[in-house]
């Protein structure tokens, strides 16, 4: 039983001291390598998602069906086909990665 009881203090402390090492890495990296680690590799593959970005001027969301979006991380970009049942025709939208959120639909 005490065993338990050391392995669960042990196990807590390590995933403390964890936590403190990637918060202190984080805050002591600049602000744009954090952007550009948490852009890396987003691709969201064939399906239908809701893609909303916000500003200060308001949100603007558009569908995307049947398709993927993709980022360029370098750029900082999403990059999607919509349709615009307005003029019946496919849109390239490109919106940046930063304030814009993707679910699934």
């Not at 390590?14 to 948490?38: A, H, K, W």
Request: with cysteine; net charge positive.
């Amino acid at each position: 039983m005490n065993k338990k009881k050391l392995n669960l203090k042990i196990s807590a402390i390590i995933v403390v001291c964890i936590g403190l090492t990637v918060c202190g890495v984080l805050t002591i990296m600049p602000e744009d390598r954090v952007n550009q680690i948490s852009r890396l590799g987003v691709s969201y593959l064939d399906g239908d998602y809701r893609v909303t970005y916000t500003s200060y001027s308001g949100d603007k969301t558009w569908f995307v069906r049947n398709s993927k979006v993709t980022s360029e991380p370098a750029k900082g970009y999403y990059f999607f086909w919509t349709h615009d049942s307005k003029t019946n025709t496919k849109r390239y939208v490109q919106v940046p990665i930063a304030n814009t959120y993707i679910e699934e639909i």
